[in-house]
């Protein structure tokens, strides 16, 4: 039975209701973007009329800024609970990239269509779900266990940052299985960092005299 059915035979709660509209506007862009979007779809989609949908969202914008907030809440609450857990280097980055593979094997390219649409991404606090912030906390880490300037050690977090969303579009194409990418990136990743030190050792080692 549909999702809008099987709720429709029940009379649902304010926020249960807010959750169906979102849930399958979330879905639609998933599947199709966000440029055929309209209200009045929105409504026939998640079975409720058009003045419904309006009742609790007073225009498409608001709707799509409050799905964006909630989408990037979630996401970076499954990332911060990852890496909360990890014992060790290769343990974190793995639990991150995982977590973002598996959030775009099973919601597509909604935080990314979102993100397209200046009208709803720069309508938050641009700190809130910032890049940055990861970037930076990661940053402290790969400075602690590699003993990397600061500089460089940043330069490489948030170059090698990138992969796991090249990974995630690769993904989308269907070309290799999620565990195969999984595993892909983590080793690049962490390869990169690994021989970014080794290089940056040798290149501050002393010369050293030629011996007769």
């Known amino acids: 039975m549909p999702l809008a059915a099987s709720r429709s035979r029940r009379r649902l709660a304010p926020k249960e209701r807010k959750a169906l509209i979102l849930d399958h506007t979330a879905a639609m862009i998933a599947r199709e973007g966000v440029a055929q979007l ?20 007073p225009n ?4 799509l ?7 990037m809440k979630r996401f970076r609450r499954l990332q911060a609970e990852a890496a909360a857990t990890a014992t060790t280097f290769e343990e974190l980055v793995r639990s991150i990239t995982h977590v973002y593979l598996t959030y775009m094997h099973e919601r597509g390219l909604l ?17 809130e779900f910032s890049r940055d912030r990861a970037v930076d906390y990661l940053t402290e880490i790969v400075i602690h266990h590699f ?10 977090t948030d170059i ?23 595993d ?3 080793t690049m990743i962490i390869g990169t960092i690994v021989h970014v030190k080794d290089e940056y050792v040798v290149r ?3 010369l050293r005299a030629p011996t007769s």
């Open 60 to 63: 498409l914008t608001e709707l």
């Open 111 to 127: 935080i990314e269509r979102l993100q397209s649409e200046p009208s709803v991404s720069q309508a938050h606090d641009p700190t």
């Open 184 to 186: 892909l990136t983590v």
């Open 38 to 57: 309209s209200v009045e779809r929105i409504g026939k989609e998640a079975g409720i009329s058009k003045s419904l949908v309006y009742a609790y969202f």
């Open 65 to 71: 800024r409050e799905l964006y907030q909630r989408e």
């Open 160 to 182: 090698s940052f990138g992969l796991p969303a090249s990974a995630g579009a690769y993904l989308q194409r269907g070309n290799l299985d999620l565990k195969t990418l999984e």
């Open 204 to 206: 501050r080692q002393p």
């Open 147 to 156: 003993d990397l300037p600061r500089d460089i050690a940043r330069a490489a």
